[in-house]
């Protein structure tokens, strides 16, 4: 059975054109780029094409983008670049709602002696912006902040934070992994020194990731070794996968304001559907200033845990902030953050939607989705009262 898959925040199938695009780099073209030979030398252009190509997405200079493994290797080298490049400075400044791969990264650098103020988000996961503001000072080597949130799809106010930044002189470095290919960027506009991207979140394979590092920014390697990527990111290239994400960055540039138009549609078409149907479910986070395929909606005294199990049944993928399905030992950060009350934050869900989805996949989750919810308030303990409402 054909899943009907609204996780894409999580990752997104490979698109057929870019799997076809890649699939001669594993064995016909399988030459090191960095060889003599024309054999694999000439795979060298092919990854040059690929890095225009992501520049293209985001208005960046191809010299400005570093190949690496992933969202998480780009944001960790963000983070150590910063604070490798200013020893003298030993404070950073990021949110309480980031992806871990930037949250514990910093929890890593405060065991290592760096002070880091977390800044707090308010209930609808907006930045505090006096918070931010105070947090500032002159031993700041860097601030991280995300673009947009995984879990709830809320986008932070990246040109204002950036120009607070730029005029103190203080490094800038945004995780765009969830961004990259479903909103327009330009970082010749954006006021921005580091941009994370992650191949696996924009149709492209799993384990390719990019680097932005603008022009001038001082930046100093994660990955020692060889020379590649002009010595900013050593080990042999994932040519195969440089190209995919080549490929998909081009591919998302084409499609992209019709392709934003058509997920708001679909999800403001489910989200509303659901609110509808089910009483007692609320959407978490700020609605005005969202990713357009994202939609976190808690649907209170239900397990979330139960939902995706019964969802799952009928082969619909989504995702949940409560513990165990988050494959975390605790419910979801972002929204406890944010003060969502437990019993909201157990039974939220998140829907996140990509271009291979339907109508018709919609309309399904639309009428699965209120008997499962009115089903599980009789099961669980403390949705007795609510059941007779669904
Ligand atoms: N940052 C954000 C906001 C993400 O959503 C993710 C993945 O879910 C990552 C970073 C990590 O990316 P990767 O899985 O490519 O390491």
Request: proline residues 5%; charged residues 25%; hydrophobic residues 35%.
């Amino acid at each position: 059975m054909k899943p009907i898959y609204f996780d894409n925040n999580a990752t997104t199938p490979v698109a057929p054109e870019v799997l076809e695009e890649m699939l001669p780099y594993f064995s016909e073209f399988y030459g090191n780029p960095s060889s003599m030979h024309t054999f694999g030398g000439q795979l060298h252009r092919k990854i040059e094409e690929a890095r225009a190509k992501v520049a293209g997405l985001i208005g960046a200079e191809p010299e400005e983008i570093i190949f690496t493994s992933c969202g998480t290797e780009s944001d960790n080298t963000a983070l150590m670049s910063a604070v490798e490049s200013y020893p003298q400075k030993r404070h950073v400044i990021t949110t309480r709602v980031e992806h871990p791969a930037v949250l514990n990264f910093c929890k890593h650098l405060s065991r290592k002696g760096y002070r880091i103020t977390f800044i707090p988000v308010d209930n609808s996961g907006r930045l505090d912006m006096d918070a931010f503001l105070k947090a500032i000072d002159d031993d700041t080597a860097v601030v991280s902040v995300m673009y947009a949130n995984n879990e709830t799809g809320v986008i932070f106010p990246i040109t204002a934070i950036g120009g607070m930044l730029r005029e103190r002189n203080i490094l800038f470095h945004t995780d765009a992994v969830q961004v990259a290919g479903k909103i327009p960027i330009n970082v010749k506009d954006l006021p921005v020194d580091m941009f994370s991207i992650s191949g696996h979140k924009l149709h492209a394979p799993k384990g390719i990731g990019a680097l932005y590092v603008r022009k001038g920014t001082r930046f100093y390697p994660y990955i020692i070794g060889g020379h590649q990527e002009r010595g900013r990111r050593a080990g042999t290239e994932n040519t195969a996968s440089i190209i995919a994400l080549g490929k998909s960055c081009e591919s998302a540039k084409e499609h992209l304001d019709k392709e934003a138009d058509y997920l708001k549609r679909l999800r403001d078409r489910l989200e509303g559907a659901l609110l509808k149907s089910c009483p007692d479910a609320q959407v978490n986070g700020d609605t005005e200033n969202r990713l357009p395929n994202t939609t976190n909606i808690s649907f209170n005294y239900v397990e979330g845990e139960a939902i995706l199990l019964r969802l799952d049944e009928y082969g619909i993928c989504a995702s949940s902030g409560s513990a165990c399905s988050s494959g975390s030992l605790e419910p979801s950060h972002v929204l406890r953050a944010m003060g969502i009350p437990y019993t909201a934050i157990h039974g939220s869900i998140r829907f996140s939607l990509s271009r291979y989805n339907t109508e018709g996949e919609v309309d399904k989750v639309i009428e699965m989705m209120p008997p499962i919810i009115k089903e599980l308030r009789t099961l669980s303990p403390y949705g007795k009262e609510e059941s007779r409402k669904c």
